[in-house]
Antibody
Framework: EVQLLESGGGLVQPGGSLRLSCVGS????????MSWVRQAPGKGLEWVSA????????YYADSVKGRFTVSRDNSKNTLYLQMNSLRAEDTAVYYC????????????WGQGTLVTVAS | QTVVTQEPSFSVSPGGTVTLTCALT?????????PSWYQQTPGQAPRTLIY???TRSSGVPDRFSGSILGNKAALTITGAQADDESDYYC??????????FGGGTKLTVL
């Protein structure tokens, strides 16, 4: 069974940093592109970032470009999101997802981790 | 900046049929946008329903179907059930690795 487990969320002050992790099980992460999607409280889903299976291609939403960095360690079956210069509007549940780039959709989702940016 | 739009809310009677749509503020949705649809209930992760315009994800009942209607992507639920009451999101692929979510449609079954 494919499972994705996010961790690393929490409370951080504006301007601070946080690193999220997403550990996959039941599949070999190196075969798949991966993505981060977030959802602010009471709001809709927002695509944040994507990374190719090998990690050589990375893509970002304009809202996080220059502040967030996506990476992966395929030897650990783990995806990361380094978030710097955090703002109140980055407060959200962050989901990781397996991306099928053959049809550009999100196939499997984790349960999410909550990031709260507040003083 | 191109935005993806969905109806904010919709209502359907049990057993009825409803079609939710997904449009671009600039241009038409086509199969090359690879429309996909996701269902989400409060406090839960999204569930993948439809991808590549009209392909159902594994385990999704055939009362969910996807299509292109005119210049929009569409999700049709035939024979709506109470547990279909959820938020529904479409996603369009914009090229260069970038995907954009619609604002979501809150579906009420009553």
């Amino acid at each position: 069974e494919v499972q994705l487990l996010e961790s690393g969320g929490g409370l951080v002050q504006p301007g601070g940093s946080l690193r999220l992790s997403c550990v996959g099980s039941g599949f070999i992460i190196s075969y798949y592109a991966m993505s981060w999607v977030r959802q602010a409280p009471g709001k809709g889903l927002e695509w944040v970032s994507a990374i190719s299976s090998s990690g050589d291609r990375k893509y970002y939403a304009d809202s996080v470009k220059g502040r967030f960095t996506v990476s992966r360690d395929n030897s650990k079956n783990t995806l990361y999101l380094q978030m710097n210069s955090l703002r109140a509007e980055d407060t959200a549940v962050y989901y990781c997802a397996i991306v099928r780039w053959t049809s550009y959709y999100f196939e499997y989702w984790g349960q999410g981790t909550l990031v709260t940016v507040a003083s | 900046q191109t935005v993806v739009t969905q109806e904010p809310s919709f209502s359907v009677s049990p057993g009825g049929t409803v079609t939710l749509t997904c449009a671009l503020t600039s241009g038409s949705v086509s199969p090359s946008s690879y429309p996909s649809w996701y269902q989400q209930t409060p406090g839960q992760a999204p569930r993948t329903l439809i991808y590549n315009t009209n392909t159902r994800s594994s385990g999704v009942p055939d009362r969910f179907s996807g299509s292109i209607l005119g210049n929009k992507a569409a999700l049709t639920i035939t024979g709506a059930q109470a547990d279909d009451e959820s938020d529904y999101y479409c996603v369009l692929y914009m090229g260069s690795g970038i995907s954009v979510f619609g604002g979501g449609t809150k579906l009420t079954v009553l």
